[in-house]
């Protein structure tokens, strides 16, 4: 199969370097001259495990190619696929579909076969219909058909999330839709990977039902933590002790700083704005959007008592230990971080931070946090140390050395990645979340 894919970021290079290891002919597409030339010489535009060996030995094989110029991209291709942004809209929080409408526009203007057009980006619900109207309108004589096809892959884990998928959702009105994008997945169908036909609506909504269900689950967990703390219960083993239960199920209850990224934050809100214009409110969500946005702050308190509360924090230093929204990414998007250094650094305290892959990107959204080139330089006369991303790293600090080098030897863990005995028996005061 010829597979083009419009937008060259995150889940476009993923998916497309994973369907050219399927043996399909994939081109990628991107406006950016300066992203595509650099993917010709083998530099990838993101950090992802994996990625830029995958996409090496499908260039090599000659199963995938890369290009500015989206008429000789989609030449020929049997699916065409829109995997462009969908930011939030600046000032309402709508998910901004300005690049996908316009991606649709010139698909239309340069259709030169029968193709299907797939929207991998996550678009809310209705967007197919648009994006069908939009080639109707550009008056192509050639077949078409507009598909649903969500992402579910998550950053760090993306290239085995998409070969080895929980389930494929297609959202197809008819026949020609289904039949290719059963071609395109057919080395998943083989690998006996669920798929879930449904129809485009559905399947829009449900990759946003999917992130707000997942967003909700850690929220939940985040407020039995806090209640876990006032009442002297340890929120590890409720997890543990609801997870067992089937129906609830062990993953996203682990307990933390709040969740951000690329996709829940985003998410969650564009599906607000839709419940708002079809007047049917999704009161769950919109609490726990107001619950995670309040407990980045919190994060920042939590340290802050750590110093001995705000009153006497200004002039000490904290060592901030990790920076990302999560680890194995360098992704800085709505990161807990970002809400901790300021409440710290507004607070007067000096604030030194190491990340290991996330500093370039975090540097411009926290001016005055001083950024370090290893953990134990930002550890050096750290009154409180705050690991905020549960990279390995942070899991092997060498505690002697740790305590040798810090002022004082506080430890504010809110990952929970160390066991309370431990350090304590190492001598550190230990702060973590919702164990007693
Ligand atoms: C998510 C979805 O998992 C994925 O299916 C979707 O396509 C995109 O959004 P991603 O944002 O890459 O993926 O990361 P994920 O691993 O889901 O973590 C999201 C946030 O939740 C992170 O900030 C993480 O730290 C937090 N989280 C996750 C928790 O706090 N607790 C958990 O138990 C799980």
């Not at 476009?12 to 001259?33: E, M, N, P, W």
């Not at 190619?65 to 309402?92: C, H, M, N, W, Y």
């Not at 219909?129 to 892959?153: C, Q």
């Not at 760090?156 to 020609?176: L, M, N, S, T």
Request: charge should be negative.
């Amino acid at each position: 199969m010829k597979i083009a894919m419009v937008g060259s970021g995150y889940v476009g290079l993923v998916s497309g370097a994973c369907f050219a290891d399927f043996g399909h002919d994939v081109v990628c597409i991107d406006k950016d001259q300066s992203k595509i030339d650099r993917l010709h010489d083998g530099i990838m535009p993101i950090y992802e495990p994996g990625l830029a060996e995958l996409v090496g030995s499908n260039v090599k094989a000659g199963r995938l190619t890369f290009t500015t110029s989206l008429a000789e991209g989609i030449k020929s291709a049997d699916a065409i696929f829109i995997a462009v942004g969908t930011p939030s809209r600046r000032g309402d929080g709508h998910a901004d579909l300005s690049f996908v409408y316009a991606v649709a526009r010139e698909i239309g203007e340069h259709l030169a076969n029968d193709a299907v057009v797939v929207t991998k980006s996550t678009v809310p619900v209705g967007t197919g219909d648009e994006v069908e109207r939009i080639l109707k309108d550009s008056g192509t004589s050639h077949k078409f058909s507009v598909v649903s096809n969500p992402e579910f892959l998550r950053e760090g884990a993306a290239i085995g999330d998409f070969k080895r998928p929980d389930r494929i959702v297609i959202g197809a009105e008819d026949d020609f839709g289904r039949e290719t994008m059963r071609a395109v997945y057919r080395p998943l169908f083989l690998n006996e990977s669920p798929i879930l036909f449904t129809g485009r609506r559905t399947s829009e909504l449900i990759k946003y039902a999917a992130n707000a269900f997942l967003a909700t689950k850690i929220t939940f967990i985040n407020e039995m933590a806090d209640l876990c703390e006032k009442v002297g219960a340890d929120v590890q083993d409720v997890s543990r002790g609801i997870g067992m239960d089937n129906r609830i199920g062990s993953k996203f209850l682990h307990a933390g700083p709040g969740y951000g990224g690329s996709c829940f934050p985003k998410d969650t809100l564009a599906l607000l704005k839709t419940a708002e214009d079809y007047d049917s409110p999704t009161r769950i969500v919109e609490a726990v959007v107001k619950v995670n946005d309040t407990r980045k702050r919190a994060m920042g308190r939590k340290v802050l008592d750590a110093l001995g509360g705000a009153d006497n924090a200004r002039g000490k230093k904290v060592a901030l230990l990790g920076l990302t929204f999560k680890p194995n990414t360098d992704d800085m998007r709505d990161s807990p971080a970002i809400a901790v250094a300021q409440t710290l650094t507004d607070a007067g305290v000096t604030v030194e931070a190491y990340d290991p892959e996330g500093m370039e990107l975090a540097r411009p959204l926290m001016p005055e946090v001083t950024m370090v080139e290893d953990p134990y330089a930002a550890i050096k006369d750290a009154d409180v140390i705050a690991i905020v991303t549960e990279w390995d790293a942070f899991r092997a600090l060498d505690l002697d050395r740790v305590k040798d080098l810090a002022k004082a030897p506080v430890l504010v863990d809110l990952r929970n990645i160390y066991r309370p005995d431990e350090v304590r028996a190492a001598g550190f005061e230990y702060t973590s979340i919702g164990r007693g």
